[in-house]
């Protein structure tokens, strides 16, 4: 029989896909002799198998039975006992962390006879009393689905009948009393009695935890942050221990290094006298950590300690929730602890330094997603604008944009919003997924809002206490000043400032040490990032060329580390006032026209090639040769229709416009995407592609003569056979033979049509090179229209899980990244040197271009400035 339950004892921090993250790391505690309550982990193939088959697999309840056993044994009490009730607590745990998404119960056990045995023991009536209250409203809510506002309710009822200001105030028999309340409630929402059996609260608290798995929340997080649907959780279950019995226990989160900057030093937040899930929930405002060394000295020399030896352990940050009972500490978990993108850079730089980790594993430890967030710009405050009020700064960035008061107003606007809310609970999530940033009047730095917008990579704003927000008038004021729904606020999750208007951003510092205006000197940041890039650079394969059209595109590309032009796309060199002259060169009915127009357009592209090479001096230059539908370079149809027929019935000439008008309607197609363009053109055009080639060589002989040392090579778009390649290739060589002074020009080809990539080893038979077109490839492999499906149907099909991100965002790896592949290996083996390179938007694609240094390619070419992203990710790939 499978073995469904694990013993605190006998896992460890390895067993993630079996024990989830949060008992695997209780487990290893355990093993490393730490003060954790004793306990046990059910597996996540349990809940795998309650998922499918929608029962609790045969043998489950009996093996968690000899497992509870053993935590009596080792507490010296039993489940619910009437004298001296255990209590435990039912946590999820899944493999990878998904703050409060899922459901903790707390206090099981107590039942109307254990209670009286609770208060006897702890000699606390009150402390007895009020866990009894919140174990009947959570697991009412939780198990049974009771609305956590009828517990609420009756909760203020009994609040405002004793006229306590806080909970904390309420007297045992006003306690009691809402006991009795809560139960009615439970009884007229489910039904049946709040159950009296302790075994039976422990086996509906597991069940309810394997179904919270899918509650939509959960569903919609893993969508979000790209975790797969069908892991299951595990149930964590384990003694309880209490915070809330006094002045002398607390809770508190903590945090080996500083989670926002890196910096180093214990960090975290305490409340004195309270239940674990008050602190992350952030309903109280909490201390920092440094307050308990001189509330509770000991503890907090305990806690240190601890931590450096987690630390240790994991050789990573760790995040850990503690509780302290009555001056005895607790570790109730442990992990590698979310970080924002900076203090990934600065703690994995640090960790090299203290000689833990390797630069290889540094590498492993920040992502190209990571330096993408960095790079974003942040508040320009030069004019030293005066904030509206200051809050804790939970996740860093510049966000601007209109109040909004709830989640659905967030997540219908049509313009940047501020989500602003009193805390956040996981409801919120649509919400701050919408929004640009997060404000929040509760709550510190391990608040929900908190953990969740740094896991998102959005900026915010938490426990700004100034701020009184009014969900029924959707009002909030500060110091006086009242605000609306819709009106505009800056939040600099940097300095936890929050701005009234929109305030000037201004480029990251990480943007302007790429470009060399700033050095990394006394920056622990730019530092970090420059020893990690360093470090990439160094053990990548990959080559990261850029996507450039001009020379001021090429220039930034190559200070931002590309070392050349992976695609020219010559097309937008024909734009603004020269559209004027491809009109010429399309009406031309007779070749003197159509050489007019080819030979005003040649020293034009013969200027902007030479701003090019010059830019990339002693690089490569891929210059593409002229792609999309020539009828976009025509007035459209009904426009040129209506101008027409109105110089018609006018009596007028139309003169030009009719000889237009006939030329759209013979180019007209109903498929441009799939028509005359790439090199169809050039076939199908004479002279276009031989001007196009002329300027290429001509502006290299100029550069030449300059001194320089340009580097050109051709590339022929949307070849699908060899024949067109060979074609092209014939007409190109003459040209190139007729110029003197030029370096040898290869001549290659994108593979961007499925059948180039099936006949790659025919196509390299004329191609120096390859480069992967990905966004056709992926447009014609699916057959999915590039410029129209992104809107049409790819939220359902991400909602039903048919791909987890878009295929023209991500390199759909078993479909097009298998034509990859097969071009690849036709290609090297019908041409061993033939060079292979990427330019669809995919190149600068964390996961993409790790796939693309495992199929072998010789770089990657994407925007200048995700060009330090794929070196970095070249970088992670290679080690
Ligand atoms: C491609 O198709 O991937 C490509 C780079 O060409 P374009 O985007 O210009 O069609
Ligand atoms: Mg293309």
Known sequence: MATYVYDFAEGNKDLKDLLGGKGANLAEMTRMG????????????????????????AGLFAEVQEHLHLVEARMQKNLGDPRDPLLLSVRSGGKFSMPGMMETILDIGLTDSSVVGLAAQSGDERFAWDSYRRLIQMFGRTVFGVPGEEFESELAAVRAGAGAASDAELPVAQLQDLVQAYKKVFHAHTGRDFPQAPHEQLFLAITSVFQSWNAERAV??????????????????MAMVFGNRGPDSGTGVAFTRDPATGRRGAYGDYLSNAQGEDVVAGIRNTVGLHELAKLDPPSYRQ???????????????????FTIERGKLWMLQTRVGKRTAAAAFVIAAQLVDEGTITLDEALQRVSGEQLAQLMFPSFD???????????VPASPGAAVGAIVFDSAHAAAADRPVILVRPETNPDDLPGMIAAQGILTSRGGKTSHAAVVARGMGKTCVCGADELRIDLATETVTVNGTVLHAGDVLSLDGTTGRVYLGAVPVHPSPVVRYFEGELAPANDPLLAAVQRLMTHADHVRRLGVHANADTGADAARARRFGASGVGLCRTEHMFLGERRELVERLIVADDDTERDAALTALLPLQRADFVELFEAMDGLPVTVRLIDPPLHEFLPALEDLTARVARAEALGLDPGHDAVLLAAVRRMHEANPMLGLRGVRLGLVIPGLFAMQVRAIAEAAALRVAAGGDPR??????????????ETVRTEAESVLHSID????????????????????????????????????????????SRDDVEGAFFGRYLALGIFAASPFETIDSGGVGELVRIAVERGRAARPDLTVGVCGEHGGDPASVRFFHRAGLD?????????????????RAAC
Do not use: K
Not at 225 to 233: A, F, H, S, Y
Not at 308 to 319: A, M, P, T
């Open 712 to 725: 050109p090579e051709i590339m022929v778009p949307l070849v699908g056979a060899v024949q067109e390649l």
């Open 303 to 321: 806690l240190l300690s601890v931590m450096e030896r987690l630390e240790q352990r994991y050789r990573d940050l760790c995040d850990i929730e």
């Open 381 to 391: 405050t030069s004019a030293a604008p005066t904030p509206l009020t200051t809050g």
């Open 741 to 784: 002074g030029i370096p040898r020009i290869r001549i290659g080809t994108m593979i961007e049509v499925p059948r180039a990539a099936l006949t790659a080893g025919e196509i390299a038979h004329a191609a120096e090179f390859f480069s992967f077109g990905t966004n056709d490839l992926t447009q014609m492999t699916w057959g999915f």
């Open 859 to 875: 770089y990657v070419s994407c925007s200048p400035f995700r060009v330090p992203v794929a070196r970095l990710e070249a970088g």
């Open 220 to 237: 919609l997080y893993r969508r979000q942050e790209r975790i797969p649907q069908d892991l299951g959780t595990a149930v964590n279950v």
């Open 34 to 57: 730490l003060p954790v309550p004793p306990g046990f982990t059910i597996t996540t193939e349990a809940c795998r198998a309650y998922l499918r088959t929608g029962s609790v697999p």
